[in-house]
């Protein structure tokens, strides 16, 4: 059964030159950095994804899921680097997902579905820069050696609409 697609909240990637590492031995680096820190709620499993339709190659990801909030963090060789990127996501809300796509109904339920409060605007964020700060701990681990260093500006997520109407 096809995975939901997660609402993109923010994202984060990295292309480290010169770093020969295995995508497992990375997503099990994270898993320990992401369980040290006791986040509430955090589940931590490993996905496959297509790269584009059902009959595609698929590839691993490290998902770390809590609550209705997902990271989806990719770790693959490219060339003579090794990639990492993760995305912050948001997933559907099953049947009322559908339910909002329809036009009249859509507008009707819109006013009388819960909103987003500050609550779970900042759970969102403490997620993401638990984790965030998980995938540099390792990176600055496995890169200290080389002498590779990451700007201030390349360790910042991209957002995306984080406080969505």
């Known amino acids: 059964m096809p995975r939901p697609a997660p609402d993109i ?7 480290y030159e010169g770093l020969p590492e295995s995508p497992q031995k990375v997503y099990s680096l994270l898993e320990e950095a992401i369980k040290k820190r006791q986040l509430p709620g955090v589940e931590i499993f490993r996905i496959t994804i297509h790269e584009k339709g059902i009959l595609s190659a698929k590839r691993e990801y490290l998902r770390v899921l809590c609550k209705k909030h997902t990271f989806d963090i990719c770790a693959a060789p490219y ?6 990127s993760w995305w912050l996501g ?13 036009p009249i109904l859509g507008l009707l339920l819109s006013f009388l579905s819960p909103r987003e409060t500050y609550y779970t605007y900042d759970t969102a964020l403490m997620f993401q820069d638990s984790v965030h700060a998980a995938v540099l701990e390792v990176f600055d681990h496995l890169t200290s050696e080389k002498g590779i260093r ?12 984080v406080m969505k109407q």
Do not use: D, Q, Y
């Open 90 to 102: 948001e997933l559907p809300a099953g049947c009322l997902a559908s339910l909002l796509n329809i």
């Open 150 to 161: 990451l700007t201030e500006l390349e360790r910042k997520p991209v957002m995306g609409s």
């Open 79 to 84: 060339g003579t680097g090794f990639f990492i």
């Open 9 to 15: 909240i923010s994202h984060w990637h990295r292309l």
